[in-house]
């Protein structure tokens, strides 16, 4: 022990000697380890653990496809979501989640509120204990029972200021009052962006709806089961149901995958493309110390010839060498985890709320004890690497030899000068690698921007407005609305043209329409095409900039009473033909 501490001293004091050098080695280190802990942190954060909840491996979602139209994650019907729960036996909980806008009013300005109707197993499901209160069960969704909600960790700060005596309190939602009855943990962040969570009953009529399909549909696999276990116990239901009831479930199949692979498809192959990147900069690192070390050992061969001649063994030439790269690597380490920090404190503060909020494990990014433990490995495993070729191979030479050479003819002897060689063109391979991957990528970001999307993006901005249902309860009302607001947003000064569009071009919703073409034979309903649409105003086409290929686009006598007629895609019209009339089945 007193050998392996002088050998620490003595390793110190060859650092503070060359102050340079162990600067740059060190720096070299600290930016190698420090990616790969900021993108392990991210990898660990975005991948692997994006939520808290207990037995995360186990929490799925569940969505129907329909192969006709090839569609794989087709929300559940809530007909169908009865059956899942009173048939299934390998789940231990299903719970359906259903998007609700609410319009907070009462108290100040009128504001959006991000929320979500849930079903009673929701929170036994996610296992995650309430800040305040208690959360929604079976007794909420009794005959009679007044309207509950429970509050989001960050809303209920943001926009309640924390207040500990809210539990009992109303709100109003969309002109109807609810009671808080408790907030939510903060690690309860699902479905991502949520901020309002209250009862979602399907029953009554609600309950037999097989053709609307809106229910975000989660589960929790028991323990013992599969999730393929669990998929082929609801296409078995599925199955049934399909023979039971042609007209609506003729055809649909299940799809059970897990809720993180679920969330992060997408993602996951970038952020494995980023660590990918992050280990050979790691490698370029400890290539290049181990270059930096050869060099710096090339100079102390008669120092460790003349130790050899006062008795040093060779297992203590190559103990000291490799002390002073672990203690390289070691101030690596603290620089790179320093840098680490400061990138992800920079990347936090960068994003904007709204992302923050949305994608999944941004919220609790950050360097957990694991990927700590994981970098102090990777420093002490390049310390030894970097250090341990040229330690073996300057410590072997033979002490005649050194003594009699020069300095300048041991260091470039063909056996150092082979291993130095391998070193650069390592070095060079490496950092080719690195180019380009990362010309590939900027590549890739270029057309993502550039790509030609079918409209003018430029200079278009977008909002979305929640109707409640208690005061806009009938069409004409909110057709009225939505004149009204395109009237005063077009009379605004910069405004150019407005349109309303039920989802945005970004990120159409999958609502598909079943339609006949003229001409065509009849087809059964599991053959019969169908075609995502959108309802639109008539300035949608101008406002976006989209061309006319043929015909016209709508205009203000296209309304109600009037003929029915649509706009098609180029795609669309090559399918059905020319001058064809489209029969459309309104019911779905």
């Known amino acids: 022990m007193n050998g392996l501490l002088q050998d620490v001293i003595y390793g110190l004091r060859v650092m503070r000697k060359s102050p340079g050098a162990t600067a740059l080695a060190v720096v070299t280190l600290a930016l190698g380890i420090g990616a790969n802990t900021a993108i392990f942190s991210n990898v660990n954060a975005l991948l692997l653990r994006p939520f808290a909840f207990p037995d995360l491996d186990r929490v799925t979602v569940v969505y129907e496809t329909v192969p006709k139209q090839d569609a794989n994650d087709v929300k559940a019907a809530p007909a169908n979501f009865r059956d899942w729960i009173e048939q299934n036996k390998t789940f231990d909980h299903l719970a359906a989640v259903h998007g609700w806008d609410a319009n907070l009013t009462g108290e100040g300005v009128a504001e959006r509120v991000e929320g979500y109707q849930v079903t009673a197993d929701f929170f036994s499901l996610l296992s995650i204990a309430p800040q305040l209160g208690r959360q929604i069960g079976s007794a909420d969704f009794e005959h009679g029972t007044a309207p509950v909600v429970v509050l989001g960790h960050g809303f209920w700060q943001r926009h309640l200021g924390g207040d500990p005596n809210i539990v009992g309190r109303s709100l109003l939602l969309n002109g109807k009052k609810f009671e808080v009855i408790g907030v939510a943990s903060q690690d309860l962040d699902f479905p991502v962006g949520a901020e309002t969570w209250t009862p979602l009953d399907l029953g009554s009529a609600i309950g037999t709806d097989r053709v609307n399909h809106y229910l975000q549909v989660i589960g929790r696999v028991k323990s013992g089961s599969s999730i393929s276990q669990a998929q082929a116990d609801l296409q078995a239901i599925a ?28 993602t996951r192959q970038f952020v494995l493309v980023l660590m990918g990147a992050a280990v050979f900069v790691l490698l370029l690192a400890c290539v290049n110390v181990a270059n930096l070390q050869f060099a710096r050992i090339s100079g102390r061969q008669k120092e460790m010839a003349v130790r050899i001649g006062l008795g040093a063994s060779r297992w203590q030439l190559v103990r000291q060498l490799l002390v002073e790269s672990v203690l390289l690597a070691l101030a690596g380490a603290g620089g790179g985890i320093l840098l680490a920090q400061w990138g992800m404190k920079i990347l936090r503060s960068s994003l904007p709320p709204f992302i923050m909020a949305h994608v999944p494990g941004l919220k609790h990014l950050e360097i957990d004890s694991r990927v700590l433990w994981f970098t102090l490995a990777i420093a002490l495993l390049s310390g030894i690497l970097a250090g341990l070729t040229p330690a073996l191979r300057f410590s072997s030479s033979e002490l005649s030899d050194v003594l009699k050479e020069n300095s300048r003819s041991v260091s470039s002897g063909s056996g150092a ?12 391979a490496l950092a080719l690698v690195l180019l380009v991957g990362a010309g590939l990528m900027v590549t890739g970001f270029r057309n ?7 409209f003018d993006r430029t200079r278009v901005l977008t909002f979305h407005i929640a109707l409640p249902g208690e005061k806009y309860q009938n069409d004409d009302q909110i057709r009225a609305y939505y004149d009204r607001v395109i009237q005063e947003v077009q009379s605004l000064p910069g405004v150019e043209s407005a349109a309303c569009v039920t989802s945005l071009p970004s990120g159409w919703s999958w609502n598909w329409t079943e339609y006949t073409a ?71």
């Open 239 to 266: 199955d049934r149901l399909g023979q039971q009831l042609p007209n609506t479930n003729a055809g649909h199949g299940i799809r059970v995958v897990s809720l993180v692979a679920d969330l992060t498809f997408g």
């Open 518 to 588: 003229e001409g065509r034979p009849p087809t059964s309903a599991s053959e019969r095409p169908s075609a995502i649409s959108q309802i639109v105003t008539p300035d949608f086409f101008g406002t976006l900039r989209i061309p006319l290929l043929q015909g016209r686009f709508l205009t203000a006598t296209d309304k109600e009473g009037a003929l029915p007629v649509v706009v098609i895609s180029e795609r669309m019209a090559r399918d059905i033909g020319p001058g064809k009339i489209l029969w459309v089945n309104t019911s779905s």
């Open 448 to 454: 993502l921007l550039t790509v030609e999307m079918g």
């Open 417 to 428: 000068g082979r291993l130095r060689s391998f070193l650069v063109v390592s070095q060079v």
